[in-house]
Structure formats: structure tokens, C-alpha cells
């Protein structure tokens, strides 16, 4: 068996070099066995990653040449396949992240139950006299109109509310310019014998009343007490009060003898048809006596 082994040997050694590694494919030389094992497992070794090579701290210029070799071919042409697998998964998740920016930004769905909600709750306060109760929850009120979905009709009575609510509180600088916006608008667009534009006016002719502006008033309720008559009738609550804007606001003038003959027919109609004890038969009956006062009248008054 020796002697076998020892046979086969010398027959391998005498192979010429390029027969020695099977492996060899260039039959330029090489070799084989555990040499050749020796050497595969140090090529490995010396294949560490820079940053590794780095952070151990490895001077071996051998291996820093060989990390700073430039890329073959092959590993070229892969690194640009990479690079343009990257640059378009970078654009999905571009396209991804704008559209989830689009998503977080959207301008929000219209919730027209809360902001009637709203609206409803500052409208029993202003009925009870808490116009500064009421003004936080119409603010908010515009703020739900500002998306999209309402309608022009809701953000007009909403902003005609708001600045009624500033009118009550003396806040004409602020309330008479934003009712006048409203019934530009509205006459603009649903004429100017619209309910909604008449409403408007009468809303506008009120504050500048409050303003003590009586002159600049008169002709707004002019034009209201007419254009009510006609949409709504002679005896509606909405042309009683109107016809007895407009007297007041005569009588404030101090044109009694103007204003007495519009309270002396506007009373009779009233108690007919709100009732002798309703509010705004008390209001036109004290109007009226105001005036009587003023033309002498005491026995009347």
C-alpha cells in the first residue's frame, strides 16, 4: 500500500503545473491540495467590509488597494441595475408620501349637522339675551362652513347670524361691513326681492340704526317694508316689523309728524294680528305714545 501511495505521488508531482488543479483554468499554473485551501480561506479573510476593515483599524495596504480597486464590469452593470431598482422604488415611495400628505392635508368633509347644531345653540342663547355666550359657537359655525360642500345659502346665514351677534354686542365696526358683504351677495345672486335679501337689509338697517345713523337707515327700510309687502303680504309679521323699523327710525330723526301717522296705522294691525299683549304691539304702542308726547297730544298719549 506504501509503495502504492508513494507511486501515485511521484506521478502527481510529475504532471506538468497547469495539470496539478483541476480547478486551474487559465493553464498558466497553479496548484491544488491543502495549499490551495489555505489560500481560498485567506482570499475570504481579506474580503472583510471596509467599514469593518475600518473600524478594526487595519492597515494592511494590500487590503485598502483592494477595497479601493474600481469596480469591474460586471459589478458596474449591477450597480447600476441597483441604482435604477433604487431610483424607482424612491419614486413609489415619493408618489406614496405626497399622496399621504394629500390625504393628512385634505380640506375636511362638510358636517353640516354640527354646524347647524351650532348654529341652533347661538340662536337660543341670542333669544335669551347671551349674544357674548353666542359668539364663540358662531365663530366655530364659520369655521365648518369654510370646507367644501355648503352651500352659499348656509355660509350667508351663518355670516349674517355672526354679524348680528356683533351688532348686539355694539361691535359695528366689525358687524356693519360684514352685513353689508352678505346682502351684496345675496342680492348679486337672488335678487333684490329675494326673502333672503330683504332679511338681509333689514338685518343692515338695524345696526346702522344702533350706529344712531337713523338717516342712512331710512331708505333700507323703505325698500324692505315694499318689498315685503309684496313677497309676504300687508299683515305678515315680517312687513309689521319692518313698517315699525321704519317708523321708529323716522321718530328718531325727530320727524314726528312723519313718523305719527305710520304708528297710528301700523298699531291696529298689529293687535289684530299678534295680539294687544305681544311684544311688538307694546313696542309700537310706546313708539306711538312717544310721538303723541312730542305733537302735544297728552290726552291721547
Known sequence: ARAGASKRERERTDRPTAQRDPNNR???????GAAAEAA??????????????????CSDSRQQQKLSRPPSPEAAAEGTTGSTAAASTSVTVGAAAKELQALNGAEPKPDKEAC??????????????????ALPL???AI?????KGFGREAVWGVRSAHAECLAALGRFDKA????????????????????????????????VCAMGCHANAVPLLQ?????????HGEDAPQTLSARHDLAAAV????????????????????ETCEGGRSAGARATRGALAVALVKARAYDEA
Request: charged fraction near 20%; proline fraction near 4%; include cysteine.
Open 40 to 57: 481560498c480561506a485567506a482570499t475570504r479573510r481579506s474580503r472583510a467590509p471596509r467599514a469593518l476593515v475600518v473600524a478594526m483599524g
Open 116 to 133: 347647524q347644531l351650532l348654529v341652533d345653540k347661538a340662536a337660543a342663547l341670542v333669544d335669551a339675551g347671551l349674544h357674548k355666550e
Open 176 to 207: 356693519v361691513p360684514r352685513l353689508h358683504m352678505v346682502m351684496t351677495e345675496r342680492e348679486a345672486t337672488l335678487g333684490a326681492e329675494h326673502a333672503d335679501t330683504l332679511a338681509s337689509k333689514l338685518a343692515l338697517s338695524r345696526a
Open 143 to 147: 369655521q365648518l362652513t369654510q370646507a
Open 223 to 231: 325698500a324692505v317694508v315694499l318689498g315685503q309687502t309684496q313677497v
Open 138 to 140: 358662531l365663530e366655530q
Open 26 to 32: 487559465t493553464g498558466k499554473g497553479g496548484f491544488g
Open 251 to 270: 321718530l328718531a330723526m325727530g320727524n314726528w309728524q312723519e313718523a305719527l301717522p305710520l304708528l297710528r296705522a301700523l298699531l291696529p294691525l298689529r
